[in-house]
């Protein structure tokens, strides 16, 4: 199917509620905007999404180690940061119809988009986006706190002790994902922009001279890890921002873009955040935020090299990218061909009948396969329906179970995309899918 037809996205939002991906929050409420919770298969491939991160940025290397920051922290970060001054959208509200939108969003800064109204906008005033919440059970501006609007900061202060406690030396990086959150005035395209979402981002630490080579390094590897896991090269570009669009920190940043269906959007920054940070938390706190380089006889403040994407944006890019249509035995089949790493279940067992006589045999594949990956086990209606459900839920193999293998203690291995079967001994089995599914 392609990403530029117009159904695409909402054949995928319909699949993700349809199959327990993702679903509307409180929706038994009425919902709560742009706030999603994640179902059965949703939290699976978003940790699979986030695994196959810190696989290739932090098991696969030497040079990064990680941490897990708090998301409550002291006021005195963000202002160190620049987050409470410059943290901001510009907001403007119709005086007509009393909508609010972001002024730098318009197409016609002059029109209000929802009742056209001309000339009805107020003034724009600066939004600050960070969630400010309170620490005690005092409400003062002595207690007040922020929700951490990004993962980044609780490295850059965690800097010298991950520096002393790791023994690690430029270049190295600190990497982590976890939850942020920001105040979006037009949050929106199901979960592309949300208040709450996960972030997977690594400070990579150089000697100064050496930022813009890094900075390229990192733009070449993150474009490559979406494309080794079935991101088609076209649904992808890299976007170097013009000198106006830089953010305060920033001697240089690129935008890994995907195709959305409604068109090029981000998917990863890349930053190059020069020594602006280590320099403003260590103005802020007094504390020398630097490396000493012992064979030089010199010390200095460590360039930093951002690559910074959301897990939740990633898992949607996924999903759209994998999502086809075809035709299997003259019927419409929809399937997801997510690749191994990231499908939610990576083999379902499926006896051809319910039949208490294939339970136990079934039953037994399943325990051995179950150790070794994330299994489904199907046995309600017919064995066609079952692989179709397999298949929409993008997984990669589903192993039958069928009356033969009470004699000859084999099982017959369906591949999701060629859609061959191979017959294979149960107890030549886990060989068998490991090779498949290590690729």
């Not at 409180?26 to 986030?50: C, H, Q, W």
């Not at 100064?208 to 990192?218: L, R, S």
């Not at 070794?372 to 298949?391: A, F, K, L, N, V």
């Amino acid at each position: 199917m392609s990403s530029s037809d117009p159904t695409l996205m909402e054949q995928v939002v319909n699949l993700c509620k349809r199959r327990g991906f993702v679903f509307p929050s409180a929706e038994i409420y009425g919902g709560f905007r742009s706030t999603y919770d994640y179902g059965p298969l949703g939290v699976l491939m978003l940790r699979n999404v986030k695994e196959a991160w810190w696989r290739a940025m932090v098991q696969l290397r030497d040079d990064v180690v990680g941490i897990d920051a708090a998301i409550l922290s002291s006021p005195r970060i963000w202002e160190a940061s620049g987050h409470l001054e410059n943290f901001t959208d510009p907001l403007v509200d119709c005086k007509k119809c009393k909508e609010r939108f972001r002024e730098d969003q318009l197409d016609d800064p002059t029109t209000c988009p929802s009742c056209g109204g001309t000339g009805t906008f107020t003034e724009a005033r600066a939004f600050n986006l960070m969630f400010k919440t309170y620490v005690g059970p005092v409400e003062d501006s002595a207690n007040v706190a922020y929700l951490r609007p990004e993962t980044a900061q609780g490295m850059f202060v965690n800097f010298m002790q991950v520096l002393q406690t790791s023994r690690k030396k430029p270049p190295f990086g600190i990497a982590q994902m976890g939850k942020s959150f920001r105040n979006e005035i037009t949050p929106g395209n199901f979960v592309f922009r949300t208040r709450e979402f996960e972030q997977m981002e690594m400070e990579f630490f150089v000697p100064p001279d050496e930022g813009a080579k890094w900075f390229e390094y990192w733009c070449d590897e993150r474009m490559r890890w979406y494309q080794d896991l079935g991101m088609p090269a076209d649904m992808l570009r890299l976007r170097h921002h013009e000198a106006e669009e830089l953010s305060h920190y920033s001697a240089g940043t690129a935008d890994v873009e995907f195709l959305y269906p409604w068109g090029w959007g981000e998917l990863e920054g890349i930053a190059n955040r020069t020594d602006f940070d280590l320099n403003a938390h260590a103005a802020a706190s007094g504390e020398r935020l630097e490396y000493f380089d012992q064979a030089a006889g010199e010390r200095y403040v460590p360039h930093v090299i951002e690559p910074a994407a959301g897990a939740t944006r990633t898992m949607m890019a996924f999903l759209i990218a994998a999502y086809a249509e075809d035709e299997v035995g003259g019927e419409k089949r929809s399937v997801l061909r997510l690749h191994h790493r990231l499908a939610p279940y990576k083999v379902a067992v499926l006896p051809l009948s319910k039949k208490d006589t294939l339970t136990p045999v079934a039953r037994e594949v399943l325990s051995l396969l179950q150790p070794h990956w994330m299994c489904d086990y199907d046995e309600t209606q017919s064995i066609g329906r079952r692989y179709r459900r397999q298949d929409e839920i993008g997984t990669p193999f589903c192993v039958t179970v069928d009356f033969e293998s009470l004699e000859d203690r084999a099982v017959t291995i369906r591949d999701r995309d060629s859609l061959e079967q191979v017959r294979v001994p149960i107890d030549s089995l886990v060989d068998e899918l490991r090779g498949r599914l290590t690729a």
